[in-house]
Every structure is written in C-alpha cells, then in structure tokens.
C-alpha cells in the first residue's frame, strides 16, 4: 500500500499535535480505505497502541516518535520543522516556553491560505499597552501623539511601541478613523471576533496581573482598590462564586457603556479565583 503524499493534507492548520495526528488519520483513509492503525504502525516503526495513547490525550508525543511518525507521512523538511515546533508547543510547562514555540510556527507558517491567528492578533494580547491605548482613544483631552501616549502610559513605553501599537489596532478594525481623520473605537469586538487560543489570552491576563502587583507600590490607597479574601468553601459554592464574578463583570460594563460624563481615568479591573490547596483525592483508603 502507497500512502498519499501528506501535502495533500495541510499541516500548517495545526497547533495541538493530537487533533493534527487524528485528522491526519481520518485523511488518510478516507483516500485510501485500507489504510489502518496496523499499517500506520509498521511505517513507523511505532506501535499502534501508542498512536492511540497519544491521539485520545493518555501519553504525550515526544520528539523521537515524531520524527519517526514525520517520515511515514512524507512530510518535507520545513513540514518536519513546523511538527517539531507543535511537540514542543503543546508539551511546553511556561507560557514564555509556548510563546517562543508559537512565534516559530507563525514563522514557518508563512502565507498559508489556512485562517489562523496573525501576528497582529497575536501581538495584542501580548502586551497590555494595545487595550491601554484602545480606551486612551475615548479620553476627552487624547491626542494622536505618540510621545504624548507614550508618556501617559504607567509604566511608561516608547513613542515608537505606541506608534506600533496605533497601527497594528487601525489594521484589526479595533480603532478606525472617523470622517475628520481623527481615531475612534470601532464596533469590533475582540474576544469573540478571533479564535484566540487560550495561551495567548494568558499572555494578556499575566501582563495585567504584574501591573496590579506593581501598583501596590505605584500608586497611593487612594488611587487604587486591592484586597483579597481566602475562603474555604464546596465546589458548589466555588462554582457560585465563579459566575458572579462573571455576572459582576458584565454590570461593571453596563456601567460604563451607561456613564455619560466624558472619560478622564483608563483603568484595569482584575478578577483572580483559584485554589491553594489540592484537590481531594478519589482515594479515600488510608496510608497505615
């Protein structure tokens, strides 16, 4: 049996090497019927229970499997290179780790026609001046001046990351220019209108949660609202808590779509719920 050559099936489009793995499969025999986990198997050298441990998520794909399952599906070399970077991007602990992986794959990607998050989308959650900016925009006083912006920036950035910034937001849709040239917020709206993979979002959520850290220092009590709470609770209650931090960030927003007195102050509003201790164990047998 001669397996159809793999550029027939574009890998490009992966970022999880499991769901790349399983329709990578499914391709292959839907081209060619015959096709199976047994074969698969003999061409490369790798048993077939593994492949079956590793697409259903119970072991992890290492390096050397990859290779081997690279050259039983024929892939090129910058293909091999791009699978290389996925193994690595899924099985990396650190948000810094997959964010080096990521940008790899966005470089070896290169024009593929498959729509996958840009470098400009990318690069918005990755800093958290892009949403400073955003709403610096609707500020009675703002000026499109990117030292002026940089400077009103805490912690300060360049007047050029701020011209960068202005640019990548005008590309996106998220600002536009209005009849006078002047910008403006456009109707995009950001968290629905890409499918941001979650570690990219954690990109953003870590940048805002070092600059609340930062402003314990930064500013004065009366310029800032802090505090926490330890609790034990149920995982029924834990689950209450959850959606009404949900449900406060939505009246918070009502809010501020409802205030009609110009903006003066660009903000951040941070919710944080996780736990400090492990789960209970199934096992409740004892240790004697």
Request: hydrophobic fraction near 35%.
């Amino acid at each position: 049996m001669k397996t159809k050559n793999v550029r027939s099936f574009n890998i490009y489009h992966y970022t999880d090497y499991r769901t790349l793995l399983k329709e990578y499969y499914a391709h292959q025999k839907k081209e060619v019927p015959s096709f199976s986990f047994r074969y698969f198997a003999l061409r490369s050298g790798v048993s077939a229970s593994m492949f079956k441990d590793i697409i259903e998520g119970r072991r992890r794909l290492s390096l050397d499997v990859m290779q081997k399952y690279a050259a039983a599906m024929n892939l090129s070399p910058k293909e091999c290179e791009y699978f290389s970077a996925v193994v690595h991007f899924v099985n990396s602990k650190s948000n810094d780790e997959k964010n080096l992986h990521f940008t790899r794959m966005l470089r070896l990607r290169g024009n593929s026609s498959i729509k996958f998050i840009s470098d400009k989308q990318y690069e918005f959650f990755r800093y958290w001046y892009h949403s400073a900016i955003r709403e610096m925009v609707t500020l009675s006083d703002f000026r499109e001046d990117y030292d002026w912006i940089a400077k009103r920036c805490i912690p300060r950035i360049t007047s050029a990351q701020a011209k960068k910034s202005v640019e990548i937001m005008l590309q996106l849709g998220i600002l536009r220019r209005n009849s006078d040239g002047k910008l403006e917020l456009s109707n995009a709206v950001i968290s629905s209108e890409y499918e941001m993979k979650s570690f990219v979002l954690r990109n953003f959520q870590s940048e805002m949660i070092g600059l609340a850290k930062d402003a314990l220092e930064r500013f004065e009590p009366e310029e800032r609202e802090i505090s926490s709470l330890t609790l034990g609770v149920s995982p029924t209650c834990f689950s209450r808590i959850k959606e009404r931090i949900r449900t406060f960030k939505e009246e918070l927003l009502t809010m501020v779509i409802e205030d009609s007195t110009p903006s003066e102050i660009v903000c951040q509003c941070n919710f944080q719920l996780f736990p400090l201790i492990e789960k209970k164990s199934d096992d409740t047998s004892e240790e004697q």
